[in-house]
């Protein structure tokens, strides 16, 4: 039903939001202080009316009915009016009181009164059922309150039942009348009206709801002709498939439109994107979307989501969800090049350079190939574009790095992060001796050679100059971050093995890459071999030290590997940030900016101070520039999430559940945003939903996982805290959840590894390293080691810049603590001997900080589906497709959107929002 006239559903829509515009101009209107402002204003008014006064008549315009839908329609009218009986004389006084109202309409003003606002829900919650021969309605739910909504509701069952009296009736009406007269002078809505039907009179409503029936339960049967591949291929809307709704013909309508390159189809207002795999080699950075022709269908997601923001000062969320593989990566870089074309001005201004070359630099940081990805995307990104007044002032990369493991060793037929084969590739000779690089390559450093080691190294050259280039765009120097790089994959040959005697507990293996890896850093190979072999404790406040034996030594080697790593891709997001302000200095809605915002605030506030002191009014002003900085800060923005898809590799460790915790609880957002609050708005209402739609919750699985005291990341932490092991902390796991159905026994025994049901299928985790990965520490005796007066390499200082300062704060250096690879705030750099946070703990806050930010903005998604396993271009495997499609849950979506049940949702949360 929802069919029927969602284009008048939306003009209703956009008339509440211009009515909402002009109130609020005309309050700007009382309150001007210029005659020139008061002329501008009341020529916005003007403007504001004409457009009122057009949108209320296109409420009135429908298209005339052809001659063979006439004919139809008096059929069904003569067959209804005779199975109704006396309710269908009922219903046609109704319509002729109708048509008098509308006569005497036709001069309305343009504008309601302001007090009419609070009843503009109760013109769009009603809806015609399902169920019998006979039509009935819904009655109109136009209270607010309690007790009037109770009413409502037992009028809604009379109303049902089919047997009210006429003159209990007209007294219905009548009330219903007097509580939505305002905006049925002004809309044109002269009945108790449905948002799913539009404004259409009872008869068409009835007629068309029963063609689709009859369509999708039986087509032979309703006269629909079997549809061909091309006519299928044509739909740009899935809910407007004939026939009955299932999996098959979801699967059927993508794969027609998928065979005539046409990737894009709507279900309602999402999107689902297939991925054809045309451009393998593309490196999916916004300079590569240049030349690629942009979507119609992205064009109207970003388009959509710059005028909702414009319109209302929402903030908007671009949430695109898929597996891996599936084409996330780039849809975001294509929408967001669109965001730049509608409010920044386009692709030669340098906001756009320089974001083009800060997502440059970071792919080839940040992505790697994966046994089902050759690009796959290892950093989740939230890019926060700030946007006022419908121009873009300022953006902000927020980047969620988990997959640290990796950079000291990839998974079997992987390979390490990109940037360390292209640099192997494109180094000069020069640049190869100044870097102590002269003999290296992939098959002979550890941390590649365990991998994939097939290179592409024209390809990976091509790619390592345009990243040096883009290095110096941002003003980031070359050389500084390719010694870290260097220092790093020369590292990896440095090992350690049990002394040869008494007083030599460890031996070094590989002596010059140890001296060459100290030059790098800029410390003395003594310097740089003591911070990896010794280890200072504080027992009961004494300080011991020890010499570590060659299992610590190498662990603590891949941790300052990790460490020198995240912490130089952590240092560029933030240089890149720092280059994207455009002229402001405003903060955005994450926690680590809260600071420049008061700071803003407080100088704003000061200037406003200094103007107004000689016209009075200082304190309303300062107020009013600390409240729109504040306002700046939390609204305003339109943000494109690109977090990561949903993996099954072999082994999957504690990155890999942590990666799928973060696609289940998208999918979670999604469920809530798209099935459950239209779901509960329509019941809340007393709105009967003509369709089931029986969705998947996928809450027990997130609970397993991050549930406070028994999910498996708290457990494991606590198992960290009292220094358990990876059996220990998996049979108390299975002791746990013994009676969960979402955590299963893995065919192949093992003491170390269990199963979870996930959303998209079934992943087998080993907990090896779950702790030492969790714990995610360095010691203060190798953070020591780059102290300004020992470290010639500013660059190196520079990563540790927060723990240096803590650890020299007192005289005692080093004393024993630990310092969490990743970078983290002052506040969690010291609690005895660990810090205070974990990884999972860590990325489990900021997962939650994230969410926070979306909840508060008004999502718009993007469902992404990979086309085949293989990425094999132009190729379409039905299994891969309905496997992705089912956990996705489209049929679902499908399902909602063509009940109607989401386009009541979305009205009504417009409402709400102009209430408020």
């Known amino acids: 039903m929802a069919t029927l006239g969602l284009s008048k559903v939306f003009i209703l829509d956009k008339y509440f939001t211009e009515l909402q515009k002009f109130w609020e101009t005309e309050k700007k209107l009382q309150d001007a202080s210029s005659s020139n402002e008061a002329v501008h204003l009341q020529q916005r008014l003007r403007s504001l009316s004409t457009e009122l006064v057009t949108l209320r008549n296109r409420l009135h315009v429908s298209q005339p009915p052809s001659a063979g839908q006439l004919q139809q329609q008096q059929q069904q009218q003569i067959v209804a009016t005779e199975k109704s ?16 109202q509308q006569q005497q309409q036709v001069c309305a003003p343009a504008v309601p009164p302001r007090t009419s606002l609070s009843h503009h829900a109760a013109a769009t919650t009603t809806t ?20 009037n909504n109770n009413n409502n509701h037992s009028n809604t069952g009379m109303a049902s039942s089919g047997h009210r009296h006429p003159q209990h009736h007209q007294q219905q009406q009548q009330q219903q009348t007097q509580q939505i007269e305002a905006v049925k002078r002004h809309c044109g809505l002269t009945a108790p009206v449905s948002c799913v039907t539009a404004l259409r009179s009872s008869s068409q409503q009835f007629s068309d709801a029963k ?135 386009g692709p030669e201004t340098d906001a756009f350079k320089h974001l083009a070359a800060a997502f440059t630099v970071l792919r080839s940081l940040g992505s790697a190939k994966t046994a089902s990805n050759s690009e796959s995307s290892r950093i989740g990104h939230f890019i926060e574009v700030q946007v006022t007044d419908g121009a873009l002032y300022r953006t902000k990369i927020h980047c969620y790095f988990l997959d640290q493991t990796r950079v000291i060793r990839p998974l079997p037929k992987e390979k390490n992060y990109h940037i360390f084969y292209q640099m192997l590739a494109g180094l000069s000779a020069e640049e190869r001796c100044r870097l102590n690089l002269e003999g290296f390559s992939v098959a002979n450093l550890r941390y590649l050679q365990h991998g994939d080691q097939r290179q592409d190294e024209a390809e990976d050259a091509a790619r390592f100059q345009a990243w040096k280039s883009c290095l110096g765009v941002l003003g980031i120097p070359f050389l500084d971050v390719v010694r870290v790089l260097a220092a790093v994959l020369i590292l990896g040959n440095v090992g350690f093995s049990d002394g040869p005697g008494p007083g030599i507990e460890v031996a070094v293996v590989g002596e010059a890459e140890l001296a060459a890896v100290a030059a790098l850093l800029g410390i003395t190979p003594a310097a740089l ?14 300080l011991v030290k020890s010499v570590c034996d060659a299992n610590m030594s ?49 100088v704003q506030s000061q200037h406003a101070s200094t103007i107004g002191s000689s016209a009075g009014g200082t304190g309303s002003r300062s107020m009013t520039a600390l409240n729109n900085a504040v306002r700046h800060a939390t609204d305003g923005f339109i943000g494109i999430l690109d977090m990561f898809g949903f993996e099954d590799p072999a082994p999957s460790q504690l990155e890999h559940l942590c990666i799928n915790l973060c696609a289940e609880t998208m999918q979670h957002f999604y469920n809530t945003h798209i099935f459950k609050s239209s779901i509960e708005s329509c ?18 699985c997130i609970d397993l996982i991050s549930s406070l005291r028994t999910g498996l990341l708290s457990m494991l932490d606590v198992e960290c805290s009292i220094r358990g092991t990876a059996e220990s902390y998996v049979a108390k796991v299975k002791v746990q959840h013994k009676q969960n159905p979402r955590l299963y026994e893995p065919r192949t025994v ?30 203060d005796d190798l953070v020591a080691v780059f102290y300004k007066h020992t470290c010639n390499f500013g660059f190196a200082t520079h990563l540790f810049g927060s723990e240096l300062k803590a650890l020299y704060a007192s005289d005692t250096v080093p004393r024993g603590v630990s310092f969490r690879i990743s970078p ?29 930010t979306l909840v508060h903005a008004r999502p718009h998604f993007v469902r992404c589906v990979r086309s085949n396993a293989s990425e094999s271009p132009m190729q379409f495997d039905r299994n891969v497709a309905m496997r992705q499609i089912r956990s996705l849950q489209v049929l679902e979506t499908v399902n909602l959107m063509a009940g109607g049940e989401f386009v009541i949702t979305m009205i009504m949360s417009r409402e709400k929002l102009m209430e408020e």
Do not use: W
Request: glycine letters at 8%; hydrophobic letters at 30%; charged letters at 20%.
């Open 824 to 852: 983290t705030s002052h506040t969690d750099l010291l609690n005895g001997d660990e810090p205070i946070s974990t990884l999972t703990q860590d990325f489990h806050t900021r997962l939650d900080n994230l969410l926070r």
């Open 683 to 700: 019941r809340d209402e007393g709105i009967r939903c003509d369709v089931e739609v029986d969705y998947v919750d996928n809450v027990p």
């Open 211 to 345: 063609k689709q029936q009859q369509q999708r339960e039986n087509p032979a049967a309703a006269g629909v002709a079997k549809q061909s591949p091309e006519n299928i291929a044509s739909i740009e809307d899935l809910i407007h498939l004939p026939g009955p709704l299932t999996e098959d013909a979801v699967l059927k309508c993508l794969q027609a439109r998928f065979c005539l390159q046409r990737y894009h189809t709507n279900v309602g207002p999402i999107l689902v994107c297939l991925n054809p795999y045309t451009n393998v080699g593309n490196p999916l950075t916004l300079t590569s979307t240049r030349t690629v022709p942009l979507s119609p269908h992205l064009n109207r997601v970003v388009g959509e989501a710059v005028r909702q923001q414009s319109e209302t000062g929402y903030p908007q969320a671009v949430i695109l969800s898929g597996t891996s593989g599936s084409g996330k990566t780039f849809a975001s870089m294509l929408l967001l090049r669109q965001l730049f074309d509608v409010a920044g001005g």
């Open 554 to 602: 190498n662990m603590t080697r891949d941790s300052l590997a990790k460490a020198l790593y995240c912490r130089t891709v952590a240092t560029i997001v933030r240089r890149a940030n720092s280059l994207k302000r455009l002229g402001s200095t405003l903060g955005t809605l994450s926690s680590d900016s809260n600071e420049s915002v008061h700071n803003q605030a407080e």
């Open 529 to 542: 071999l003591r911070g990896l072999t010794s280890r200072t404790h504080n027992a009961r406040g004494q």
């Open 85 to 100: 009986g006396n309710n269908a004389q009922h219903e046609e006084k109704g319509t002729v009181q109708q048509q008098q």
């Open 750 to 779: 093992d003491c170390r590894s269990f199963g979870i049901q996930h959303f998209a299928g079934r992943v087998i985790y080993d907990a090896s390293d779950f702790l030492d990965t969790n714990k995610d520490v360095v010691p």
């Open 128 to 147: 015609t059922t399902l169920g019998n021969n006979h039509p009935h309605h819904h009655q109109q739910q136009a209270s607010s309150s309690s007790s």
